[in-house]
C-alpha cells in the first residue's frame, strides 16, 4: 500500500471511536512546507487512555519504518517515519512529563534508534527551513543529554557544530 498523505492518516486515525478529530497543522497546514517538513496533526479526544493503547494498531497500516511515543515532549506525541523519509506526528493536548535520558542497554537500543532517526529528519527539516540557531541550540541541548560530565571540556555554545568536537569525552573513554 502506497501511503497518501494526509488523506490515509486522518482517515485511519478517525476510524477510532474514541478520536473526535485529526485535524492537519503546522507548516503543510499552511502551506508554507519544504521538502524535508514533517506532517503535523493535533489529534482530539475525550478518550485518551484508550486511543494511547489502541493507536499502534491503528497506524499500522501507514506500515510505518519507526512508531514510538515521544520521549522529550510535554504533551503526548505518537512519532512515525513512514517509507520515503516521511516524519509524521500524531500530537495530542494531553500533558506528558518528559521522560530522563536513555539508560542504553541492548534492550533500550532499538528505541534509541528509532528517536535517533526522528531526530535525525526533524533537525535536517529545520536545517532546510534556514533554523540554524535552532538546529545548534538542540544539538547542544542533546549533546549535554548524551554526554553529561563532558560540559567542561566541550563548548555547549549555540554555535557549537559536532565537528567542533575533535576527541570522545572522558566518561566515554578512548578504544583506540
Known amino acids: 500500500m502506497s501511503v497518501r498523505l494526509p488523506d490515509d492518516v486522518v482517515r485511519l486515525i478517525e476510524a477510532d471511536p474514541g478520536i473526535d478529530r485529526v485535524e492537519p497543522v503546522g507548516s503543510r497546514a499552511r502551506g508554507d512546507s519544504l521538502a524535508l517538513s ?7 479526544t475525550r478518550a485518551f487512555a484508550e486511543v494511547q493503547q489502541r493507536l499502534p494498531a491503528l497506524a499500522a497500516p501507514l506500515r510505518p519504518v519507526v512508531a514510538q511515543w515521544e520521549r522529550l515532549s510535554s504533551t503526548w506525541c505518537y512519532m512515525l517515519i513512514l517509507a520515503g523519509q ?11 512529563a518528559v521522560l530522563p535520558a536513555w539508560q542504553v542497554t541492548a534492550a533500550t537500543l532499538p528505541g534509541i534508534d528509532d528517536h535517533f532517526w526522528d531526530w535525525m529528519l526533524w533537525l535536517a527539516a529545520k536545517q532546510q527551513a534556514g533554523k540554524a540557531d535552532l538546529v545548534a541550540a538542540e544539538l547542544a541541548k542533546r549533546t549535554s543529554i548524551c554526554w553529561p560530565h563532558s560540559a567542561s571540556r566541550h563548548s555547549r555554545s549555540p554555535s557549537a557544530r559536532p565537528s567542533d568536537v575533535t576527541e570522545p569525552p572522558a566518561a566515554a573513554g578512548n578504544s583506540g
Open 38 to 44: 514533517d506532517w503535523d496533526f493535533k489529534i482530539t
Open 86 to 96: 516521511a516524519k509524521v506526528d500524531l500530537i495530542f493536548t494531553e500533558p506528558h
